[in-house]
């Protein structure tokens, strides 16, 4: 029933005792829980379910004075003679100690047994004709004639059909309790049936029982907390909500029910509990110890006895009070100036014993220390304010981080100059994080005329060190500038551009702050300097400075700076090509899967899937970075992170990744969007494309952080795709200083990996064969080195490459101006109606080419799956074995399985192919004749050739899928092209090229 929610086990029990009355004996049952529990509910369901097996009497205790003895058994007898009638209840024979209990005698007081007796054997009379339920309401308003006539009358009637069944507030009944010692005996006998709050999944369909509906999960999750779950308190709640209040309000009812409930308690407990209210809903007795200055034993034996009122319930640690209602009615007896000196009694207490801070999470402290007021030392509020909002930012919460950061703000003093303008930065760049421009360069610029008005050269710089660095540059570098002429007492050389102005004020910074012998200012100069060290040669300077970051947090203590420099001191080991940098990593997701932070759980995730992505695990890579953005939630931010990562990995394996919206200009600088365009173009043989992006890249300023060296592929790729010698002797000038080492970029997140690979690919672009050849070796061995099998197969076919035939010079020159579909190693050359394209190999395109060779000509789609790729054997096998169409001696279910894992082997060496990765697309068409043979042997029939499968069939759809996909990636680089063959070729069991008008020559 739905008046029984979420009440199955209690109701079972009660259930149970029924009817177990009703076939054989009954008992004692004791139903106990606070005020609004339910305990009335559902006890009055259970009876109502058996009321037509038994005879059931009803009795309520009232809460007065005037209450006369025994009255609940007066009901009881009142009750049962009505149900029976006049007649039969004669035939009861009631002895005159009933007759004087209900009044009708001659006045005199029965003896205490021979009424007791009297009673009892009326309810074994009674249940002789039938069984019997004795309701008991409210037992803990009772007079103690009753209780004691309870347990005389349960004890005599145990084997008899008569149940008794009594509710009462066990969270009274504490020790001072005037009933508390005829209660136990009961309790020892009874079955005890306790109720509790209701779960969420309860407070949810209460609420809809109640108004017709139920409010969303979080304000379902809001009401559990604040009423415990207490059934009238939901109900309560629920007509709020329904009426459109909040559901932090509180009716008049609630009210009151409140507020009996605690003018019950003794006088010394209520002021316990008053104090420990300040403390939140969840509160340590230490804590309390320390801030009211009382002994822990007797606040822990004050706690405990509240524990017996049901109003606190103990924890492993902590003490929770059921319900915030129960703690907000308490703390609201309180003035104002008294609540906020509780709160800064707290505050105070975990600054004298700092171990009690590990007891409350920042947040906590920080909320404490923001209600102290002006009852808390500000320097201390400032403090631990600022050190929430750290954290939270910390747990990819900025909104949180905003708030603290305001708090922290407003409680600083005119005295706190370098504190307030060093947290309007935090609180300008957490507000940009959050996506609004204007109102944090409304900050940056506050913060920036405090820092000139302060006369601090440290905190100029550090204002012009924080900004933006990639917004009103001409404005920065002139801020900058200044900076440095108060710390260095001279002007800059005025030669320097943005990127060496900044460094050259870096480095003053540096020097300035190892003079102060500041760790947090040092830590900060370090940082900065980290910042823009990036590209090829760099690396050993930032191994050296976040080495000695790590020694810095190990004077500080400063557990985000340590994770920090243990994450990049591994990318600047792989960056050297340093093997070692896999136990850094192993170190750093150690640290991090031991912090608390569900940020660094989420950073041990990306790092981990940044090195699968190096070394091919494209599958786990893509589980990671998936458990990371889950954590990253709504976070602007760290949602622009996971997408790069994202179109990492879809680029390592070969794709071509849509291009990167134009947003992520904002957060990641003006060069990421167009990076990643001009990437995508290029491999998608989009020349035209890349040459825009290039054009925007060159009217930017070189870029100073950590985008360089995916520039530096960029611009390689592009150079060696056109054969521009100019720009790819630059290029070669610019990395071969820096052989040996790996190309990084974005912090660690993108490794495109060897520049041995790199001048491997300039040098064969310009015709270098000898020492294209030597790069390519170098950067195999450096990749089987790191583990990195994707950067040594792609290494060994350019080497395949180079060892194989140039294409006559003549065919490239009849290329120019006819109409192309060529293949150049892993790359195909397309060209119609005078414009040229490039795209990485596919068998679809191969299968276009092998029809535009014969137009007119119908070539089966079993010929043209068979087709080996990159010259390897088999293709007459796969043939006979399509042809040969399904085998019966395997059943649907096998041919399905052996179907699907081998298109799954076609997928894999498409996939190969178009990486241009020779080897492994021959381990795989291994992998799929090696099972063709074995089925071929599983279903032997006389030494004749197996079939497997409809192969004729798979062939139909794969080749139709390949061409299909391929026409639509031709579409994106040259529509025309794309038109001309959607319109020419037909696909089928037989695939063919016949254009409606003459046949352009194709160069092939």
Known sequence: MTILIGRDHPAAALRSAVQRTVHSHGGLALVTGEAGIGKSTLVTDIAAAFRGELTVAFATSWESEAVPDHWLWVQVLRSLRAQLGDETWQELHPAPPVAALLGLGDGSAPAQF????????????????????VVLDDLHFADPGSLELLKFASQHTWFERVLFVATYRDSEIDPGHRLRARMLPLVAKATMISLEGLDEHGVAELCRTTVGDAPDADTVAEITRRTGGNPFFVEQTAQLWASGQRVDATTAGMRDALQRRIDQLPEPLVRMLTLASVGGREFHAGVMSQASGLDLHRIESALDAACQTRLVRRESDRYVF????????????????????????????????????????????AHHAWLAGDDLDPVIAVEFLERAATESRGCLSAPGAEKYFRRALERCTPAMVRRRILLRLELAGTVKWLQREEESWKLYDQAVLEARDSGDPMLLARAAIELPQNERVDALCRLKADAYEALAGKRPDPALDHDGLT?????????????????EEVAFGLWATHSVDWGPGTAAARQVIVEELDEITRRTGDVDMRLFAASLRWVAMLEQGDPAFRSQVDLFCALAENSDSERWHSGADIDHAVIDIVQGRWDSAAERIDKAYAVAGDDPMNDHMMRHLRWE?????????????????????VWHSDLLTGLSAVRRGDLDEAHRVKARLDGEADPHDAWVSLRLRFEVELAAAEGDTEAIA???ERLEPHEGEWLVALWGSSVHGPISHWLGVLAAASGDHARATAHFAAAIEQAERLDAPPWAEAARSALAEIAAPAPEPERRTAAATGAVFRRDGSTWTLRYEGRGVHLPHTKGLADLHRLLQRPGVEVSAVDLLAVPLNDLEGGEAVTADARLGGDDLLDAEARARYRDHLETLDEQIDTAAALGDDARAARLDAERQALIEQLKAATGLGGRSRRLGDNAERARKSVTNRIRNTLKKIEAVHPALARHLSAAVATGSACVYRPETEAPHWEL
């Not at 460094?503 to 760790?519: H, I, V």
């Not at 990995?649 to 600088?669: I, K, M, N, V």
Request: net charge negative.
């Open 730 to 732: 630059a290029l070669r």
């Open 114 to 133: 021979e009424l007791y007796d009297a009673v009892t054997q009326i309810l074994i009379s009674a249940s002789q004709r039938g069984p019997v339920l």
């Open 503 to 519: 460094r050259q004020l870096n480095y003053e910074f540096l020097m300035a702050a190892r003079q102060t012998g500041d760790d």
């Open 322 to 365: 059921v319900h915030d209602l129960v703690r907000e009615t308490l703390y609201n007896t309180m003035t104002s100036d008294e609540a906020a000196h509780h709160h800064g009694c707290i505050v105070r207490a975990l600054v004298a014993d700092e171990s009690l801070q590990k007891l409350m999470l920042s947040t906590e402290i």
């Open 649 to 669: 990995l879809a680029f390592a394996r070969g794709e071509a990744p849509e291009p990167a919206p134009d947003s992520w200009r904002t957060h990641f600088g």
